[in-house]
């Protein structure tokens, strides 16, 4: 594998499930971002890691959680999610956070909220 | 705050037509711009970059020139084919160094045969 991986690629569940989405980066690279993309909405960005530590939560709400084990892998744990969390879930990352590294995203995990 | 504003879309052209996607940004001091690419189905692509003014980006017959003048940046290709539909998102990284990537609302381009 290569770059960055998603899994999975598409997620349905129901408000009440509990759900986590998978990143996983091959680069050597040490930070690591979660985006949302919404329809006709620029991308948003979540939550920033640089060397496993949150360095950035961008006012998302708490039934979003973040997991960073390590360099290599985020994760985001999903529950009590609401039909309007419903998007396209894209994992990115890049040398270091800070400074002007470009970002390398994943293919992302549709999400429907039902 | 720092901000991308990318022309609405889309843009529909025919094969081998010239494109243009224009790209504005407000940001203090000298960002660091950059142009990315959405296939169907896929994640965000690095298409170029510059990160200095009067720097040019280009990759795959793509150009862009970075004019801190008139705060652009826009995208061009002198004859595009049915495979660069895709959508087209502008961005850029603060002077601040935060890393933080702002990004344009996107251009949705159709390329038809």
């Known amino acids: 594998e290569t770059g960055v991986t998603q899994t999975p690629r598409h997620l349905v569940m129901g408000m009440t499930n509990k759900k986590s989405l998978k990143c996983e980066q091959h680069?050597?690279?040490?930070?690591m971002y979660w985006y949302k993309q919404s329809a006709k909405k620029p991308l948003e960005l979540m939550f920033v890691?640089?060397?496993?530590?949150?360095?950035e939560n961008n006012s998302v709400p708490s039934r979003f959680s973040p997991e960073c084990p390590n360099s290599s892998h985020l994760f985001l744990h999903l529950h009590t999610l609401q039909p309007e969390d419903s998007a396209l879930y894209l994992c990115a990352s890049s040398s270091l956070a800070g400074g002007r590294n470009e970002q390398f995203f994943g293919p992302g995990t549709r999400l429907t909220v039902l | 705050g720092d901000s991308v504003t990318q022309m609405e879309g889309p843009v529909t052209l025919s094969e081998e037509a010239f494109l243009t996607i224009n790209c504005t940004y407000t940001?203090?001091?000298?960002?660091?711009l950059f142009w990315y690419v959405q296939y169907p189905g896929e994640g965000l692509q690095l298409l170029l970059k510059a990160t200095k003014a009067d720097d040019k980006g280009s990759n795959k017959g793509f150009e862009a020139t970075y004019r801190k003048e008139t705060t652009s940046f826009h995208l061009e290709k002198g004859s595009v084919q049915v495979s660069d539909s895709a959508v087209y998102f502008c961005a850029l990284i603060g002077s601040s160094n935060t890393g933080k990537l702002i990004f344009g609302q996107g251009t949705t381009l159709q390329v038809k045969p």
């Open positions: 680069l050597g690279h040490n930070a």
């Open positions: 940001a203090t001091g000298y960002p660091s």
């Open positions: 890691y640089n060397f496993k530590e949150q360095t």
